[in-house]
């Protein structure tokens, strides 16, 4: 059974930065395609940044070059690193995987994953 835990959430100022960390279990991270996403309360849960298994790279528009996606083989763990946080990128954000392959422009889809992690919250204010 795969599982998922983020870790990393937090309060920051607006222009600062985060890393949120997913620990993968069940599983290797080197088996997964992975992505981050985010949701506000009574919102859908939009996808900011994937990286499938062959190591491709996909972000959200509203994020390119702020956030970057990264995996840890040797221990396992999903990252994202925030720069430059605004706070329209205040949310939940989620972690989420798949054990197969997908094509970059379906990495920020969220019904093609089946493994969610519980959240941690992200709020940029001054």
């Known amino acids: 059974q795969v599982q998922l835990v983020e870790s990393g959430g937090g309060s920051v100022q607006p222009r600062g930065s985060l890393r949120l960390s997913c620990a993968v279990s069940?599983?290797?991270?080197?088996?997964?395609?992975a992505a981050w996403f985010r949701q506000l309360p009574g919102k859908e849960r939009i996808g900011v940044a994937g990286?499938?298994?062959?190591?491709?790279?996909f972000y959200a528009h509203a994020v390119q070059g702020r956030f970057f996606i990264s995996k840890d083989t040797a221990k396992d763990l999903l990252y994202l690193q925030m720069n430059n946080l605004k706070p329209e990128d205040t949310a939940t954000y989620y972690c989420?995987?798949?054990?197969?392959?997908?094509?970059?422009?379906?990495?920020?889809?969220?019904?093609?994953?089946?493994?969610w992690g519980q959240g941690t919250q992200v709020i940029v204010s001054s």
């Open positions: 069940g599983t290797s991270v080197r088996t997964l395609s």
């Open positions: 990286m499938n298994i062959e190591g491709t790279e």
């Open positions: 989420a995987a798949i054990s197969s392959p997908l094509d970059w422009v379906r990495l920020l889809d969220a019904g093609n994953y089946n493994y």
